[in-house]
C-alpha cells in the first residue's frame, strides 16, 4: 500500500498538507472558516483522484445546546437554540439572540415558528449563502446537489462546497465521550469531543420538517 501512496506515513502527511492549505485559505477570511473534510481530510486519496469536500464554517454564528446561558456569548455573535423534538441525530434552530450587524443571510433565511419566535430554515440558508458566495476567476460553480454545490477549480481539480454552523455543546459530547464502548478506541474519543461539533443544513430525507432540520456532524473529528 506505501508504494501504491496509500501507506499510513503519506496519508498522514496528507492531513497535514490539507491541514496547511486550510490555514493559508482562512488566513485570507475572517467571515467564515474553511475545513477539508471527507477522504482528503483523512488523508485516504491523492489530490485529484476524487472531489475534496470543503465546509465553510459561519464564524458569526453560534448554535447551544439547552441550558447554556446566552449572556455568557459575546454580543458579536447571532445566537441559536437547538430544539430536539425531530428524527434523531438532527436538530431545530430557534433563534435566541441577534446581533447589530447580523448577516443578511440569517434575516432572509427565519422562519415564523407560530409562537413568537424564529427558526432558521435550512433550504432557505443554503439558497441565501450562495447567493452571497463569490467564485474566483477560473472556477466554474455547477447546479446545487442538496446542501453543496460542486465546484471546478481552475478546470483541474473538484470541489464539493457546503456552509456549516459550530454547535456548542459541552454536556453532550461529555456524555457521548463517557459512553462504555469497544470502538472506537479512547483516544479517538477523547480528539472527537476536544474538536467539537457543527450543524449542517440537512434535513431528515422524508421528514414532515426537512426543510427547517440540521444535522450533526463531527467533521474536525474525522481525520
Request: charged share 20%.
Amino acid at each position: 500500500m506505501t508504494r501504491l501512496g496509500y501507506g499510513e506515513e503519506i496519508r498522514r502527511l496528507r492531513v497535514k498538507k490539507h491541514k496547511e492549505a486550510d490555514r493559508l485559505l482562512n488566513s485570507q477570511q475572517s467571515d467564515e472558516t474553511a475545513i477539508t473534510a471527507g477522504s482528503k481530510g483523512e488523508g485516504l486519496t491523492c489530490i485529484a483522484e476524487s472531489d475534496r469536500d470543503l465546509l465553510y464554517v459561519v464564524n458569526g454564528i453560534l448554535c447551544l445546546e439547552a441550558g447554556i446561558n446566552i449572556y455568557t456569548i459575546p454580543d458579536d455573535k447571532d445566537l441559536f437554540r437547538m430544539v430536539t423534538c425531530v428524527y434523531p441525530g438532527h436538530c431545530m434552530l430557534l433563534q435566541e439572540r441577534q446581533r447589530q450587524n447580523c448577516l443578511q443571510a440569517i434575516h432572509n433565511a427565519l422562519c415564523d415558528n407560530g409562537y413568537g419566535g424564529n427558526l432558521l430554515s435550512n433550504c432557505l440558508w443554503v439558497d441565501e449563502y450562495l447567493e452571497h458566495w463569490t467564485p474566483l476567476p477560473g472556477d466554474l460553480r455547477h447546479e446545487r446537489a442538496g446542501p453543496s454545490t460542486p465546484v471546478t477549480l481552475g478546470g483541474v481539480f473538484h470541489s464539493d462546497l457546503a456552509s456549516g454552523l459550530r454547535w456548542h455543546c459541552p454536556s453532550i459530547l461529555h456524555k457521548w465521550g463517557a459512553r462504555s464502548r469497544h470502538w472506537p478506541p479512547p483516544s479517538i474519543v477523547q480528539k472527537v469531543v476536544s474538536l467539537g461539533a457543527y450543524l449542517k443544513p440537512v434535513g431528515f430525507k422524508g421528514g414532515e420538517f426537512n426543510h427547517m432540520e440540521w444535522r450533526i456532524c463531527f467533521n474536525t473529528g474525522e481525520a
